[in-house]
């Protein structure tokens, strides 16, 4: 097993990190099913809650980003504001901007702003 360089506050943070390199996860619940994903941030209550491997994400927020989990190490989604994106199960490359962003109507996609 190999973790190295996270750092993980609140409870359940960072749950199951098993080889993840590279994260902050702050908030309770934060990246809580974060297994081998690399270079994420999340912030906030739930923030990328359901993500296991993918990498290079923002989640600031309240449940920001709290469905995904597109696999096999995709991601570079950034989601900023409660709420943002937090419907979102699948895409790449994706930006949101305040409350509710992109929240429950997009589930997938690539590239949306």
């Known amino acids: 097993m190999k973790i190295h360089f996270n750092t993980v506050v609140g409870y359940l943070s960072g749950l199951d990190l ?9 908030g309770s619940y934060a990246g809580e099913n974060l297994t081998i994903g690399n270079y ?3 912030l906030g209550l739930f923030s990328l809650h359901s993500n296991k491997d993918g990498d290079h994400n923002t989640a600031i927020g309240y449940k920001a ?3 995904y989990d ?21 895409g790449e490359f ?3 901007l305040g409350s509710l962003s992109m929240g429950s109507g997009v589930t997938t996609g690539n590239s949306n702003v």
Not at 70 to 90: E, I, L, P, W, Y
Request: glycine residues 10%; aromatic residues 2%.
């Open 18 to 26: 098993t080889s993840g390199e590279l994260n902050t996860l702050v």
């Open 94 to 96: 994706n930006t949101s």
């Open 40 to 42: 994420n941030t999340a």
């Open 70 to 90: 597109d696999g096999d190490s995709n991601g570079h989604n950034t989601a900023v504001g409660s709420k943002s994106q937090f419907n979102a199960t699948t």
């Open 65 to 67: 980003l709290e469905d």
